[in-house]
């Protein structure tokens, strides 16, 4: 997958964090990346849609494409299974799409093994309060599952050393912007370049 004209994106971040609301206003404003739909266990929440957000499936199927290695990474987070689908990265990134996975830190650390290439990117709260507070906001979790939301971010923000990148979404514009600089640089590094115009490249018997 490394020589795929296209680049890899993973954002990680506790819940509550953003994550999905910055990497769906960047692919507004940025045709060239592309979004990669996960396969988890869990059920839908609020107007979450098959195929869109997730794709909802059984934990026999879950089972099922793990049998098959279809997974380039799966984990358990929160109680059910996230899986991201070899097929669909290496299809988008070899039509020279800029692909962006939302997933947790665990598959982000397995990502990396396999593709050296790929950009870590992690999603920090501006406070604990903060991070309470949005997941309040939601509506979609009960008062225990709040409380597992915040012990379990503990866990998952002690992680963001790991990553290349650490964006704080404390105002959203400037987060946002943050993340288009990212995607912006790394397109312009010398390997992604070589990559994604080639023939510019060989033409100037650079390669």
Do not use: C
């Amino acid at each position: 997958m490394n020589q795929y004209p296209g680049n890899l994106f993973v954002v990680a971040a506790p819940s509550g964090a953003g994550k999905s609301s910055l990497v769906k206003a960047l692919m507004e404003l940025d045709a060239q990346v592309t979004h990669s739909v996960s396969h988890t266990t869990r059920k839908p929440r609020g107007q979450e849609v098959d195929g869109r957000e997730y794709f909802f499936i059984t934990d026999e199927e879950f089972d099922d494409l793990i049998q098959k290695n279809a997974f380039l990474e799966w984990a358990h987070v929160h109680g059910h299974r996230y899986g991201t689908s070899k097929e669909t990265i290496e299809s988008k990134i070899a039509n020279g799409h800029d692909l962006m996975l939302e997933i947790d830190f665990q598959g982000a650390l397995q990502i990396k093994k396999v593709f050296p290439s790929v950009v870590l990117i992690f999603i920090l709260p501006p406070s604990w309060q903060e991070l309470k507070s949005r997941l309040e906001r939601r509506g979609e979790d009960s008062f225990g599952v709040i409380e597992l939301r915040l012990q379990n971010a503990a866990k998952e923000m002690a992680q963001a050393s790991h990553f290349d990148f650490v964006i704080i979404n404390q105002i959203f514009e400037r987060a946002l912007f943050d993340l288009k600089a990212v995607v912006h640089a790394q397109r312009l590094k010398y390997a992604s370049q070589t990559r994604a115009r080639a023939e510019i490249f060989h033409a100037l018997n650079l390669n």
